[in-house]
């Protein structure tokens, strides 16, 4: 039956998807989703907005 060796097919390949995932999450520093509000804290923003005096 070719069951088998698809299903070894497709396992292979979400192994190599979930390695390739892993990989960039030890890669990345910071993460933002588009079209949400994230506070600066979120991503340890330390600083001023343009146009703070400082008050």
Same mark, same amino acid.
């Given at each position: 039956?070719? /069951?088998? +060796? @698809? @299903?070894?097919?497709?396992?292979?390949?979400? @192994? !190599?998807?979930? $390695? !390739? !995932?892993? #990989?960039?999450?030890?890669? /990345?520093?910071?993460?933002? !989703? #588009? +079209? $949400?509000?994230?506070?600066?804290?979120?991503?340890?923003?330390?600083?001023?907005?343009? +146009?703070? @005096?400082?008050?």
């Amino acid at each position: 039956m070719r /069951t088998k +060796g @698809r @299903r070894r097919s497709v396992s292979a390949d979400l @192994r !190599a998807a979930n $390695e !390739a !995932a892993l #990989a960039l999450h030890d890669r /990345t520093v910071d993460a933002v !989703a #588009a +079209g $949400e509000q994230q506070p600066g804290s979120d991503h340890r923003f330390v600083g001023r907005w343009p +146009g703070d @005096r400082g008050t």
